[in-house]
């Protein structure tokens, strides 16, 4: 897989940029899984870690963030994953960053939802992630069900004056009809919060519908199970709904491989370039960077070895701008920053 290091650079790497579809425990470096095991007195190698690191499906993925988020107990660990991950958007030139908090699985663990996201968020704030801004997403684990939903959704709802901007489900696509969540979504939505769902990763094409007419997502993680649907793709181009892509999440949990029915795909089967061709709005995100072995610049370069122009490059980036959950002013003036800094780089 291409790293930081490996990875040719694109005409986007010094442009600010927003990222939309980010897990925070999905961020867990490999040496940092080894440092939050030590401090629960688990002892753990880097081997051991690559071992579990390495899955060829959706279901060994699930396994692994829940063996890796095993060892967030607290407040303090959360604080620790949220400073790593802050350190490598600021590399990434990342200016703005929705962050998605598995409230489902600190619930699961009967955590301290408030204690863990109060943890986070100072994190975040802090002067060293100045240049960074952070907007949070509470997530629901689907196949924990719709009761546990809901109460993520209330704390979803209670935290909004911390930052909490929208409401999500992600977790195994395929457990309990898409109906029984409709009460969460709709909950979430009339107390203002946005939202946005996992669906079409591994699910069908129907999968995307139902989030969108039943749950009401203004955001679809993934969807690439569109590429199967062109009425759906042209709807989703009218509607506007936007399709957050993450191209080495897709070959990593062999979601590629379902949609594509080829177990061989390769990143040269993503979707992403149809997609644009048909006017989808799509945006480019890591999911599980720290699982997935990837950062956002590398997933740019990616799109660019997809065959992407430099144009439908800036217009990527641009898309994660126009996509994010701000209020209106506030997306002007970082579309104002987004196109000066394109001007100034001589990509217009
Ligand atoms: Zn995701």
Partial sequence: MATQATRPPTPIDNLPKAELHLHLEGAILPHTAVELAARHDVSLTPEDVAARYAYSDFRGFLETFKWVTSFLRGPEDYALITRNLAEELVK???VYAEITVSAGVMLRRTQNVEANFQAIREVAQSVPFSRLRTAWIFDA???????????????????QPSGVVAFGMGGDELA???????????????????????????????????????????????????????????????????LENCLTSNLCTGALAKQTGNPAATLKDHPLPYFLKLGVPVTLSTDDPGLFHTDLLAEYSHAAALGLSKEQL??????????????????????????????SAGLV
Avoid: W
């Fill in 176 to 242: 309990f009809p898409t109906v029984n969540f409709r009460p969460a979504f709709d909950y979430a939505r009339q107390m203002g919060l946005h939202t946005v769902c996992h669906a079409g990763e591994i699910g069908g094409p129907e999968s995307v519908r139902e989030a969108i007419e039943l749950l009401g997502a203004e955001r679809i993680g993934h969807g690439i199970a569109v590429m199967r649907d062109e009425a759906l793709a042209n709807s989703l181009s009218t509607r506007r709904v936007v």
């Fill in 141 to 159: 684990t689907r196949q924990f069900g719709h009761d546990q939903a809901m109460e993520v959704a209330r704390l979803a709802a209670k935290l």
């Fill in 314 to 343: 800036v217009q990527l980036a641009e898309q994660s701008f126009l996509a994010a959950f701000v209020s209106p002013e506030d997306k002007r003036q970082m579309l104002v920053d987004f196109r000066a800094a394109v001007k």
């Fill in 92 to 94: 990434q030139n990342v």
